[in-house]
């Protein structure tokens, strides 16, 4: 069976010139929700690389589940949600600074009978990056449900603060950093 | 095998996406100058397949009008270089098609130049070209272009640094685990050899499978020559759980 298998095709570099007019941006990419959708947040931070440095050719993208959390994608086998996109991207400002609106998912049931705090997963793209990252971000009021957390709670303590985002007035603020004493954690899929 | 832990526990049946590290490039990869700042130095953490991994957005095609496949329109006149019709299917690991997903594209201009202002390479603009193209395959996970064979250009990464001609393809797939960018090169580029991001795929025949093939099939006769590029996500393999994967013969 694994003999019949195509491999698949290498990942390389976005570049630095992704944001080309009407490019790989868009100009609603950061609005995953309208101005005054209810609960709305913003999600804000900067992307730093191993001199502390700001990056200004990255792209963020977050894709997550809705208030409820729910996909509207066929894989979730518990039916669609309404017409929640969940997806937004962001490319870096000159500060190395991006930003969404969206509102907090709800957390998810996993196929073992657990649940996953709600989060957001996030692809980090850049120049110099030949693969994408993979990281993810938690709620700062979820204390309980973050303790729970099946991939949270497998992560080293000294490192998990890394994934939480830290609360901000009307929202919260989530830093990436690529290397570093508090380089982020970032997944392999 | 184990039965404590089904899917049934809490209802849920998950596809899971199989891994191809080997066909990968390493973030940290010496030649390429830029990924010495830029890639964690900390081992990467397992993330496993749940709901989050397994579903991704839906982009559809409110995101795509009728012309975006074709960069060659839109503007007051034809831009100048080489007419080409990039065409393929995309495929996931499995040698299933992959249907309606969103395909971004994104390159240089005939003479190597990006409009974008951090491109500095004093090669011409082209005021008919703008360099970027979107598409939806089809329900066979066909798709295709119509473009302008990019240059290459000179970049800072060594001592007579170019990069070869290419062309930025970015797909989502089906799921998070799918998202893939990735470059689509000419056949028989002269300067394969020299160029780090390309060589960052250390299999031989992984670097083979990001170079399109001359397609004189779907060449159009006194109008455009053709290359065909099949790109492969990875698969969803029919069982959910891997202890049950190996099961399978």
New interface residues.
């Given amino acids: ?1 694994a003999e ?21 941006l ?1 100009t609603d990419g950061p609005e995953v929700v309208a101005a005054g959708t209810p609960g709305a947040l913003t999600v804000r931070g900067t992307v730093f ?3 502390g ?1 700001p ?1 200004p ?1 990255a792209v963020i ?1 977050i ?3 809705d208030e409820r959390g729910r ?3 066929p ?4 039916g669609e949600s309404a017409a929640f ?3 937004g991207r962001c490319g870096t400002d000159p500060e190395g600074g991006f930003w969404f609106r969206t509102v907090k998912p709800g957390p ?6 657990r649940t ?1 705090a709600p ?1 957001l ?1 996030v ?1 980090v ?10 990281t ?1 971000v938690y709620f700062p009021d979820e204390a309980d449900a973050n303790d729970a957390d ?2 949270l709670s ?2 080293d303590l000294d ?1 998990r603060g890394t994934l939480v985002a830290r609360a901000e007035p009307d929202g919260v603020r989530f830093d990436i950093r ?2 570093g004493d508090a ?7 | 095998m184990t039965t404590e ?1 089904t ?1 049934q ?7 899971h ?4 590290d ?6 940290d ?1 010496s030649g ?1 100058r ?9 081992p ?16 559809g095609n409110d ?1 795509v009008s009728e012309t975006d496949h074709d960069l060659t329109v839109g503007h007051d006149g034809e831009p100048l270089g080489e007419r080409i019709i990039v065409s393929g299917r995309v ?5 299933k098609p992959v249907p309606n997903t969103l395909i ?1 594209l ?1 390159q ?1 201009n005939s003479a190597g130049r ?3 202002a ?2 500095r390479h004093p090669a011409p603009l082209d005021p008919n070209f ?3 193209g979107r598409a939806m395959s089809d329900d066979q996970g066909e798709y295709r272009f119509v473009t302008i064979k990019p240059g290459a250009y000179p970049w800072r990464n060594h001592d007579n640094a170019w990069r070869p001609a290419h062309l ?1 393809f ?1 797909l989502f797939g ?4 799918q ?5 689509m090169y000419f056949p028989g580029d002269p300067l394969f050899h020299q160029d780090p ?2 060589n ?2 250390r299999d031989p ?3 083979e ?2 170079i399109s093939r001359f397609d004189l099939d779907s060449t159009v006769p006194e109008w455009a020559l053709s290359y065909k590029f ?6 969803a393999a029919a069982t ?2 891997e202890d049950e994967e190996e099961d ?2």
């Fill in positions: 069976m019949s298998a195509e491999l698949t095709t290498p990942s390389q570099t976005v570049g630095p010139f992704y944001a080309l007019p009407d490019g790989l868009w690389d191993g001199n440095d990056v050719d993208e894709w997550h589940a996909f509207s994608h894989a979730d086998p518990r996109e969940g997806f998810l049931p996993t196929p073992d009978g996953e989060h997963n692809t793209l850049a120049r110099g990056m030949l693969n994408r990252l993979v993810r099946p991939v497998s992560v490192r690529l290397q380089e982020t954690v970032f997944f392999e899929l | 832990t899917p526990r809490s209802g849920l049946l998950l596809p996406y199989r891994r191809d080997a066909s990968h490039p390493p973030l990869s390429y830029s990924s010495a700042l830029r890639h964690p130095k900390r990467l953490h397992l993330l496993p397949q749940y709901l989050t991994e397994v579903t991704g957005p839906l982009l995101r495929l996931d690991s499995d040698g971004e994104w240089a990006y409009r974008h951090g491109d703008t360099g970027v930025h970015s089906q799921a998070f685990t998202r893939l960018i990735t470059q991001i390309f960052s795929v025949q992984a670097r499978r990001m099949d790109i492969v996500l990875r698969g959910p759980f399978d013969d």
